[in-house]
């Protein structure tokens, strides 16, 4: 299937047309951002890397009965998926406090929560993706009442799988960020990506809480052998099969 326009452009993929409307194909570049593209760089076979361990995520999800936008990888950092119309929402799902949560609570990092947490994020970068209120997802509308209910259930979901496989791996999921949204039939399809770049994955065998840190919090915070890191989750993740 041949590639046509750019559809659009984020700081880490590009979005194209394909001969068929409701098919696109998503390029992954090695480009790394972070604090609203305040900092900018690049991770050497991030693209490539990131877009096996989303293709193998989304293929788990699907063996389990979460709906994603995964229809194939045609190149190393190409995925070809399901045409969607994008919510503007980042769904954030937390296990263990780390990031914006401590900052923003107070709560020490690495306090593993007693239920896991789900928060909505208005994607937005011009007002910094700001975090949402129950009352502020009302009244923005970005989504019926009955799609955050449906978001929140799925995202937990989601997250019961991933927590399952990542410790097979030998990595403990903290926290992610998930992104969904609406097919031609309205059908709502986890979308995006998983990786990385949108999880913060801290590695079993060590205690360390810089060195376990095997995610993009290695770029945010300059903590060193970022594409190391990205390639061990890489294949610890290629080493678990999708059927369970
Ligand atoms: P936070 O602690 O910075 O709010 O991040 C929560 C999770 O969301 C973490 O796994 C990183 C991910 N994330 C993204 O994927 N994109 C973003 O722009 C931000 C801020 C976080």
């Known amino acids: ?7 659009y452009e984020g700081k880490a993929k590009i979005l194209y ?43 788990l999800l699907e ?39 401590c900052q923003q609570t107070g709560i020490p990092l690495g306090t593993v929560l007693k239920e896991p947490l789900v928060e909505f994020y208005y994607k937005n970068d011009s007002l910094g993706d700001p975090l949402l209120t129950p009352d502020r997802l009302r009244l923005l509308e970005l989504a019926t009442p009955e799609q955050v209910e449906q978001l929140r259930s799925t995202a937990l979901q989601i997250n019961q799988v991933l927590t399952g496989f990542f410790q097979k791996c030998g990595i403990t999921l903290v926290d992610f960020k998930l992104e969904f949204g609406l097919d031609a039939n309205q059908r709502l399809l986890l979308a995006d990506e998983i990786s990385p770049d949108t999880c913060r994955l801290w590695n ?39 059927q369970p």
């Open 63 to 101: 063996t389990q009965g979460i709906a994603t936008h995964w229809l194939g990888r045609p190149a190393p950092n190409e995925m070809q998926v399901q045409a969607v119309k994008i919510l503007p929402l980042e769904v954030v799902l937390r296990n263990i406090a780390a990031g914006s949560l």
């Open 204 to 242: 079993q065998a060590d205690s360390d809480p810089s060195q376990r840190v095997l995610d993009k919090d290695r770029f945010r915070h300059d903590l060193g052998n970022v594409e190391a890191a990205y390639r061990q989750v890489l294949d610890r993740v290629l080493a678990q099969p999708v």
């Open 1 to 7: 299937m041949t590639a046509h326009s750019i559809v």
């Open 17 to 59: 047309t394909t001969d068929d409307p409701n098919v696109l194909l998503t390029y992954f570049k090695d480009d790394a951002t972070a604090f609203n593209a305040q900092k900018r760089g690049s991770i050497a076979g991030k693209g490539e890397m990131n877009c096996a361990i989303s293709s193998h995520l989304f293929q």
